[in-house]
């Protein structure tokens, strides 16, 4: 088993601060003023009350628990073939909102539903002047 090679994100107007934010080693999320979400996936509005205005970004914990996960056997996506068997979970974030991603440097009999998390980020070459990372996340 090896490390997953993700490809390199593109980072759109909305996601922008997400993605800088995990090439600092920091998880961002966004938190609506005006209601008070706070949401992830990034969007250009509040998932809840659609207010644009006072959507800021924000560093978060990076903790949070195992809410769902699986163990993928196979896969044939380049970078992810070599990499299996991985663990795919759903991380509650100790802030609400959950997080698709990959469990790391733990075996996939290990992990258990409620496991307490905490984010890691794999940093990425690239040819341009961004730099972005992909959070992952390991047990705490």
Not at 10 to 22: C, D, L, M, P
């Amino acid at each position: 088993m090896s490390s997953i090679t993700h490809p390199n994100p593109y980072a759109s107007w909305e996601t922008r601060g997400f993605w800088e934010g995990a090439g600092r080693d920091q998880l961002v999320l966004q938190k609506c003023n005006t209601c008070g979400l706070i949401q992830h996936r990034p969007r250009g509005v509040c998932a809840h009350c659609l207010d644009s205005s006072s959507l800021v970004h924000f560093v978060a914990s990076g903790r949070g628990s195992i809410y769902s996960y699986t163990v993928t056997e196979q896969n044939q996506a380049k970078g992810f073939a070599e990499a299996c068997p991985y663990t795919m979970a759903y991380v509650t974030l100790d802030e609400g909102p959950r997080l698709l991603t990959v469990i790391v440097d733990c075996e996939p009999d290990a992990v258990e539903i409620g496991m307490s998390v905490v984010a890691d980020f794999v940093s990425q070459e690239r040819d341009d002047d961004e730099r972005f990372a992909i959070p992952v996340f390991r047990l705490a």
